[in-house]
C-alpha cells in the first residue's frame, strides 16, 4: 500500500497502535496525578523583566484549551522601557498546564491556533538555545507569523518530567511512555510570543531568547518534575 510506504505514516501509525493499547492499559489503573501550584504565583519579576499586565482567558477560550491552569502575562524589559507597546521590549508568555491527558486533554499547537486566527506563517525553524539549569541547548520552535502588516515571533514548546520537546509528534510519544512507565502524562505547552517592529524579525527573536533565558529557572521550579 503506498500510504504505509511513506516514512511518517508508518510513524503515524505505529504511533496509534502504541496509544490504543496504552489506552486500555491505562484504563485499568489509576493515574499519578502531579501536585502542582497555581500558575497564577508564577514570579512577576524575572531578572530585569517585570511584569506589566495579567490577561485573564475568557471562559470560551478556556472551554476549548481545556486546560487545567493557564497563565497568559505580559512582561516588559524594565531596564529599557517602563510601559508595553509594539516592540521586543514588551513580550507575551503563555502556559498551559494539563495534568493528564487521559480523558482527551491535550495541548493545541500554535501551528493550528494562529492560523485559525488569521495569522498566516511566515517562517518556521527549530533553534537550540542556551539557558540556565541545562546541560545542553534547549531545542524549541520559532514561528513567525503575520496579520496584515503586523508580524510576531512565537517561540514555544512543550514541557514534561524536565523534557523540553519541540515536535508535537515527540510530544504525544514521550506522554504514552510517561504514561506506561511512570502512570503520567501531565504536560505544559509554553510559548513566549515578541511583536515585530520596524520589521526587524531578529530583534524580536534575540528579545525572546533573552526573555526564556531569564524566566527559565522559574520555570523549572514551578511545573511538576
Known amino acids: 500500500m503506498k500510504f504505509l510506504a511513506d516514512k511518517y505514516a508508518r510513524l503515524l501509525t505505529v504511533a496509534l497502535i502504541i496509544q490504543i ?3 486500555y492499559a491505562l484504563a485499568m489503573r ?3 496525578v502531579p501536585t502542582v501550584g497555581p500558575l497564577a504565583y508564577f514570579p512577576s519579576t524575572l531578572k530585569n523583566w517585570t511584569m506589566w499586565r495579567d490577561y485573564p482567558v475568557d ?19 524594565s531596564s529599557r522601557t517602563r510601559t508595553c507597546s509594539v516592540n521586543p521590549t514588551c513580550v507575551n508568555l503563555f502556559v498551559a498546564f494539563f495534568k493528564t491527558q487521559r480523558y482527551g486533554q491535550a495541548p493545541h499547537s500554535p501551528k493550528n491556533c494562529l492560523p485559525g486566527a488569521g495569522w498566516e506563517q511566515v517562517s518556521a525553524s527549530r533553534p ?14 520559532n514561528f513567525i507569523t503575520q496579520h496584515g502588516e503586523a508580524k510576531s515571533v512565537s517561540l514555544y514548546w512543550y514541557q514534561s518530567h524536565q523534557r523540553i520537546i519541540a515536535s508535537e509528534f515527540a510530544a504525544k510519544f ?33 528579545a525572546g531568547y533573552g526573555f526564556i533565558r531569564a524566566m ?3 520555570l523549572l521550579r514551578q511545573l511538576p518534575q
Open 21 to 23: 493499547f496504552a489506552f
Open 30 to 32: 489509576p493515574e499519578k
Open 59 to 77: 471562559p470560551d477560550t478556556q472551554a476549548v484549551l481545556n486546560a487545567d491552569d493557564v497563565l497568559n502575562r505580559s512582561y516588559l524589559d
Open 128 to 141: 537550540a538555545i542556551e539557558v540556565p539549569g541545562e546541560d545542553r541547548p534547549i531545542v524549541i520552535n
Open 174 to 206: 514521550w506522554s504514552i511512555v510517561d504514561s506506561i512507565r511512570l502512570h503520567r502524562s501531565d504536560v505544559a505547552i509554553v510559548r513566549v510570543t515578541v511583536p515585530v517592529a520596524d520589521g526587524n524579525i531578529d530583534a524580536s527573536v534575540q
Open 216 to 218: 527559565f529557572p522559574a
